[in-house]
Nanobody, 117 residues
Framework: QVQLVESGGGLVQPGGSLRLSCAASGRIFSLDCMGWYRQAPGKQRELVAVFTNTDSTTYADSVKGRFTISRVNFKNTVYLQMNALKPANTAVYYC???????????WGKGTLVTVSS
């Protein structure tokens, strides 16, 4: 089964930027649903941004205009560019994959993003 490894988290001041990366150990196809979720302390895990199984993108309303998801298929990597970060964006960010064929789901172990002055 493919493994997902996130990187790029860290401490950033409010208004700053970070870019998260998620590298898959196997090939990712354009119709696979792949993207980012996050879980803040004491809250449920929620969708941040994903590529859907129609190769379009979906964003949480709270991040539209500030976060951008992108991918490089030949690198089997998905990115999340996060700009204008707010303390409310503090969370563990998880990469997630759902295969278009078979529906197998995979989660990464997560990377912590802390937005604080």
């Amino acid at each position: 089964q493919v493994q997902l490894v996130e990187s790029g988290g860290g401490l950033v001041q409010p208004g700053g930027s970070l870019r998260l990366s998620c590298a898959a150990s196997g090939r990712i196809f354009s119709l696979d649903c792949m993207g980012w979720y996050r879980q803040a302390p004491g809250k449920q895990r929620e969708l941040v941004a994903v590529f859907t199984n129609t190769d379009s993108t979906t964003y949480a309303d709270s991040v539209k205009g500030r976060f951008t998801i992108s991918r490089v298929n030949f690198k089997n990597t998905v990115y999340l560019q996060m700009n204008a970060l707010k303390p409310a964006n503090t969370a563990v960010y998880y990469c997630h994959l759902t295969r278009a064929f078979g529906g197998t789901e995979t989660w990464g172990k997560g990377t912590l993003v802390t937005v604080s002055s």
